[in-house]
Structures are given as C-alpha cells and as structure tokens.
C-alpha cells in the first residue's frame, strides 16, 4: 500500500449520537462479550476495523456495515445473530427425503417496505442496548475522511446505532498496525492483493489476539501465512480466518449445510449407526456479475505457478503419482497434518478431481431424464482447497486404516451453469451449447490477458485496480450454488452403487463479487463479534476456514440478514443410485436424433 504522507497509527475522534471521542469511555461502555482471545478489554476501542477502507470492495462492506447496524437497531431481535436459525424438519421415510426450511422470514412483507440495501423494519423483537463501533482504516487519511463523509450521507446512517472513526496505518508499518489490532476485536481486510499487503496485518492480529477475517484468493498465501503465525495465534487465542468473500464462503457453507443435514437424517433414521462418510461434494455454480479490477490483476498477475511444486515432493525430490493442479490440495489444512501418510491416498484422489474439473462434464444428477452438461469454474482452483480444509477438520471424511483395504476417498468437484441452475436443467443435452461458448470465451479471455506486454496494456485500460463494476449492474447480479454430497451406506449388505444424498441450494442476491462478498466477509466479522457464545472451538492453531470456525453461528446470521436476502433449501435422499445411467442414455440417443435430423436437413 505504498508510504504515507499522514502520521501512521493516528485515530480520529469517533462520531456518535452525543459527540463522544473518548475512545476508554467507549470501551467501558461496551457490551461485555465472552471471548477466548487475550485481547485486554480495557483497550478494546471498536467492534470491527475494516482495513483498506478506501477500495472498491470495501465501500461495499462498510455500506453494508452501517446498513446492519441501522438494522439490527430498528429490529433488535436478530442483532446479536447469536440464536439459532429457526427450522421447519418434515422428514419422509417412505421417500427417504427431509427437507429443512432454514428461513421463515416474510420476505415479501420486508421488501414492501425496503430496497436490497436499505434496512427493513423489525419482524420480532429482541433487545439491543449498544451501537455497532466500525473503525475505517488506511494509509490516506484524506481518503479516508471522504469515505466517513459518504457513510455519513446513507439514508441508513444513524449516529445511534452506528459509530465510526478513522485510524491511519500503512501496511508496512508494524507499529501501526500492533496499535490498529489492540484497539479492535475484529479486523477485516479488504486490502489486496494479500501476498503484496497482508502478511503484516495477519501477524498483528496473531499476536494481540484480534479476529481477524478477508476476502482473499490467494490459497498460496493464506497457506504460507498459517505455517507461519500458527504457532503466535495458538498463544493469543486469535482466529484468523481468510475466504470470507465469494470465494469461499457459498460453497464452503453450502458443502456444509449439506453434510450436516444428510447426517441429522441418518441420525434419526439409524440411531446406532456410525456417522456416514462423506465420500463426494459437487457444487454448480450459477451467477451473474461483474469483475473488478484489483480481483481481475490478482488472478493474472499475483497467483505464483510453481511446476516445480506441482510435479515433484520437495521432501524426496521423487515425481508426484498424481500431479498437484497449482498448489497441494491440502495447502490449508494444519501444518503438522500435511506429512500425514494416511492422508496421501486421499491426496493423489484430490489432486485428479482437480484436473478433471478443468473440462466439461456431463451431469445425470441434475436433470430427470438425460443429463446436463457444465463448464469449469473459474473459482474452483481456490474452492476446493477451503472445502478440503474443512473436510479434515470437520471430520466429512476420515480416512480407514482398518483392514488395509482400498476404500473412496473424498472429493470434491466444481462446476459451473452459464445458463443458470433452472435453464440448464430445462435445456438438457442442449446445455452444451452454453457450456461450450462459455469455455471458449473464458479460454480466449485467459489467452489474452496472459500476452506478453499487451495483456496487460489491455487489462490498465478495460478495468484497471480501484476500477469495478457499476452499481446497476451490481444490483442486478446473484450467485446461485446447488451442492450435492454423496454418502456410501454403512450396510455392506446392500447393492453397490447405492448411496445418501444431501444437497443444498444455497441463493445470494447482489453481484457475487460485490455485494455478495460484502455480505459474507461483513456477516463473518459480525459472527465474530456478537455471536462468540454459539461459534465451533477454535483450532489447534487458531487458523482454519469459514466452515470449520464460524459454521452454523455464521449461517444463521446470513439467513436471517435484514440487509440483502440469502435463501437456503436442504433436502436428502436415501438409498439412491449413484449412476443413473439411463439418463446418460437418453442424452445420447437425444444428441444422436439431432445430428441425425441435421444432417438430414443439409443432405
């Protein structure tokens, strides 16, 4: 983030209802909130920091901010985020299917009264007695003082349930940024790309004990940044948790949803039983939206390829059995795991569904007669390392070592509908042709912007760092994800080919790369700061995924958020065929019948 030309480590007064700026009066007032960090409350100054205040993104995030909060004042039920999700479960045996209604908000009733981004009213009521404290921080201090000047125009602004200040740091400056991290319980960063201007935030976060949350990509990066400030926040107590945004949080939680509901089913079902094993995640991915131009130069430019990495075991210098797709597919799991020689079958099991993943597919699971077709997603090299992550730790999948019989590991495949979810499924066979135009026009686009001088002549002038997409479009956007998990029976008795399956829909509005990040990285830092008492424990190391350390107290609040609406539907399905190969059958014999009509025609 370049030098200051303003003192670093300097704070503005905070602007509240009454003209308050003593930062100790501030913190004494605060709720008290049971934590298991060391941070020393008496120097705890605000909720939430949002660093990098001044980019594109993080106007996004701290809009959305003062939107919660004016919400959460006017509906104080739901403010803590802290209660669990109200859940309608109707389970039929006969089907073997449950749905979980996850959100019984009248949404309908809300959106007559407010637009996406404004606050609704109240629907039940709870108590809420302090404001949310938000502190913006950078390098610029006049920038900085223009951002507090737009949030304080928001029609949503309220002195009362909102105070903000300003604090002044550089990313480079340590000691600004020690400062910047004893004063706050959370600190969210938005200032990328990370491997360039996050290293240091993460380090004072690990050692004061703040939270810490960001919306990077950047798997290489948060890897290296475990190894080396696990040990530092395993002292303090901090949770220090990257993928907040877009990528990874729909389908980390989405993954996740699925798991928990497919387990809560055979619990009922089978009470005796062991815990199912998950052996296969897919998410297809649908969207809408724009790219920005700092998310666009990180993909190009700052995400290292390592073919030395990728093709052969540093430790032995001996050539992979299945070649690593960019970076180990457990990059972010626990440090003193990655050596684990139980875990390499699973590895090289990974590492091959990552390659896969890279082409078209044919999908019978979405479709009721044939099958449908789906292109990569470009997401998919980071997604599947956070849901790997989270396989481990939440124990999705454990590998055997009993009988030392070769049995299926976990997998997880990525894919994504440019036509949508329900198009596609409309379409058929026919969804090939979507599927084909998109990977071409991906392919060409990647091309392009990889050429020597004039990629990047092209991508300063199309959408350059600091540029993004209009608010219009912004609006206008969604991000859709459909997950489907697999589960074998535990009964060895049964036919193979036979499995439970979980799935979730899991629906975002707004641009994914915008508002949905805004919403997911702003509903982490939130989690972290109200809803401590219903957060999963920590990690061995204090760092680990969204999933893994936020789970169902982050998924709550999202379902229940007053600002922008996210729906989620669970269903299982026991005792399913895993290959429906009929449908694949008809696909054919469908594309076959065309190409027989065809050429008919032109003969």
Not at 97 to 124: C, F, G, H, M, Q
Not at 436 to 465: E, H, R
Not at 538 to 559: I, M, V, Y
Request: aromatic share 8%; hydrophobic share 40%; net charge negative.
């Amino acid at each position: 983030m370049g030098n200051s030309s303003s003192a670093s480590g300097s704070v503005s007064s905070r602007q509240s209802s009454d003209g308050a700026n003593d930062a100790s009066a501030l913190a004494e007032a605060s709720p008290q909130v049971t934590t298991d960090t060391q941070l020393d409350e008496a120097k705890i100054a605000t909720d939430v920091t949002v660093f990098g205040a001044t980019g594109f993104v993080a106007r996004h995030v701290c809009n959305y901010l003062v939107a919660s909060a004016a919400a959460a004042a006017a509906s104080p039920s739901d403010a803590s985020g802290s209660a669990s999700t109200s859940r309608s479960s109707s389970l039929d045996k006969k089907k073997g299917s449950a749905r979980l209604d996850e959100d019984d908000t009248d949404y309908d009733a809300i959106k007559a009264e407010t637009t996406p981004d404004r606050p609704a009213t109240a629907t039940t009521a709870v108590t809420v007695t302090k404001p949310l404290r938000l502190t913006i921080a950078g390098r610029n201090e006049a920038k900085l003082k223009t951002v507090l000047e737009n949030l304080q125009s928001l029609k949503e602004y309220s002195a009362s349930a909102i105070e903000i200040d300003i604090f002044v740091a550089d990313a480079d400056d340590i000691d600004a940024l020690t400062t910047m991290a004893s004063r706050t319980r959370v600190v969210l960063n938005t200032a990328g790309p990370f491997s360039k201007f996050g290293s240091n935030v993460v380090s004072v976060c690990a050692t004061t004990g703040a939270d810490y949350v960001d919306i990077t990509g950047e798997t290489h990066w948060a890897g290296e940044m475990r190894s080396k400030f696990g040990p530092v926040a395993a002292k303090s107590g901090a949770r220090i948790i990257s993928f907040c945004g877009f990528d990874s949080i729909p389908s980390d939680l989405a993954v996740y949803a699925a798991v928990r509901s497919l387990r809560e089913v055979k619990a009922k079902n089978e009470e005796d039983a062991p815990t199912p094993q998950i052996v296969q995640a897919k998410c297809w991915h649908s969207c809408f939206g724009g790219a920005n131009g700092g998310t666009v130069e990180t993909a190009v430019n700052t995400i290292p390829v390592n073919l030395q990495h990728m093709l052969f075991d540093e430790s032995s210098g001996e050539l992979r059995p299945i070649p690593f797709f960019m970076n180990d597919p457990f990059e972010l799991i626990l440090p003193s795991k990655k050596a684990d020689p139980s875990l390499n079958a699973w590895r090289h099991s990974a590492a091959l569904a990552e390659w896969k993943n890279q082409s078209l597919t044919l999908d019978s699971e979405l479709s009721g007669f044939g099958c449908t077709v789906s292109a990569p997603f470009f997401m998919a090299v980071c997604n599947a390392k956070i849901v790997h992550a989270s396989a481990l730790a939440l124990k999705y999948y454990t590998p055997s070592e009993a009988n030392g019989k070769k049995e299926e590991s976990f997998t997880y495949w990525e894919r994504f509908l440019p036509a949508g979810l329900d198009l596609t499924c409309y379409l058929n066979i026919f969804s090939i042709i979507p599927a084909l135009s998109y990977s071409f026009a991906l392919a060409a686009m990647t091309v392009t912007l990889k050429m020597p001088i004039v990629g990047q002549k092209l991508l300063d002038y199309v959408l350059p760092p600091g540029a993004g997409t209009p608010d219009w479009i912004n609006e206008m956007g969604y991000s859709d994800v459909y997950c489907e998990v697999l589960s074998v029976p535990n009964d060895d008795s049964k036919s193979k080919g036979v499995v439970d399956r979980g799935t979730c829909r899991l629906v975002f509005e707004g641009d994914p790369g915008n508002l949905c990040t805004a919403q997911c990285v702003s509903e982490a830092a939130l989690t972290l700061v109200h809803g401590r008492d219903d957060l999963p424990p920590n990690s061995e190391d204090g760092f680990g995924t969204p999933a893994q350390l936020l789970g169902d107290a982050l998924l709550s609040r999202l379902l229940k958020s007053r600002v922008r609406k996210v729906t989620m539907e669970t269903k299982v399905i026991e005792n399913d065929r895993r290959l429906k190969w009929e449908r694949i059958s008809v696909a054919v014999a469908m594309v076959g019948a065309v190409g027989l009509a065809i050429s008919r025609f032109w003969g």
